[in-house]
């Protein structure tokens, strides 16, 4: 059974560029969240995505967007990069609703932006 | 708004040697809480959870964790580390109800010494 898997492994992004990342849930799982790690931070929640809509949403900005598919696969797209969106980029996968909160996480996407 | 606090940023002990890791939460009512471990360059795994129930949870690897509702804390302990043990450990509440989203602590880094 594979878990979540995420692509791609490493970026490396220019200032102003945009970034999509990719996330395939764990099997059986339903809803994907995304969370930003800034190096030496734990992870900050970005959003949550359940039946291809936006269910949730942390502190951040608009050009943070994301998509979930029909097979429950999702993207995180980030616009208009900044120096400090440099993370690593977790997605985590669960099912919906209210059995548990158990999160499953992938290795995440290390974005670097220079 | 739930908040999760590490007062250890960076925990020492010897292989053998017992271990304690401190976890505080805010959180209006009983919340889910979580320990989650992340070997570097590794997403995270998760250690255990509290729903409801018995407070002395039991985890992979031999952890265990304690839900204190007076002390709002819930502490990851280990009688035994092994070196494999050394990675950064984070606390982590999810609220009860609507909300999904994990608020995690900043982590503890775990050195272990021969």
């Known amino acids: 059974d594979a878990g979540v898997t995420q692509s791609p492994t490493h970026l490396i992004k220019t200032r102003g560029q945009q970034v999509t990342l990719r996330c395939s849930p764990k099997?059986?799982?339903?809803?994907v969240s995304w969370y930003q790690q800034a190096l030496g931070q734990g992870p900050q929640f970005i959003f949550q995505y359940y039946e291809e809509e936006e269910r949730q949403r942390g502190n951040f900005p608009d050009r943070f967007s994301g998509h979930q598919f029909p097979n429950y696969s999702s993207e995180l797209n980030v616009n208009a990069l900044l120096l400090g969106d440099s993370a690593l980029y977790l997605c985590?996968?669960?099912?919906?609703?209210?059995?548990?909160?158990?999160?499953?996480f992938g290795p995440g996407t290390r974005l670097t932006v220079t | 708004a739930q908040s999760v606090t590490q007062p250890d940023i960076h925990i020492t002990v010897s292989e053998g040697a017992s271990l304690e890791l401190r976890c505080n939460y805010s959180y209006g009512a009983t919340p889910y809480l979580f320990w989650y471990v992340q070997s570097p360059g590794q997403g995270l795994q998760l250690l255990l959870k509290y729903f409801s129930g018995d407070t002395l949870v039991q985890g992979i690897k031999g952890f265990e964790a304690e839900f204190k509702r007076s002390q709002s804390s819930f502490n990851l302990r280990k009688p035994s580390v092994h070196w494999s043990d050394a990675a950064e450990y984070f606390c982590?509440?999810?609220?009860?109800?609507?909300?999904?989203?994990?608020?995690f602590g900043s982590g503890t880094q775990l050195t272990v010494l021969p």
């Open positions: 982590a509440v999810g609220a009860r109800g609507s909300a999904r989203q994990l608020t």
């Open positions: 985590a996968s669960s099912t919906d609703p209210g059995r548990s909160y158990e999160q499953y």
């Open positions: 099997s059986g799982h339903d809803t």
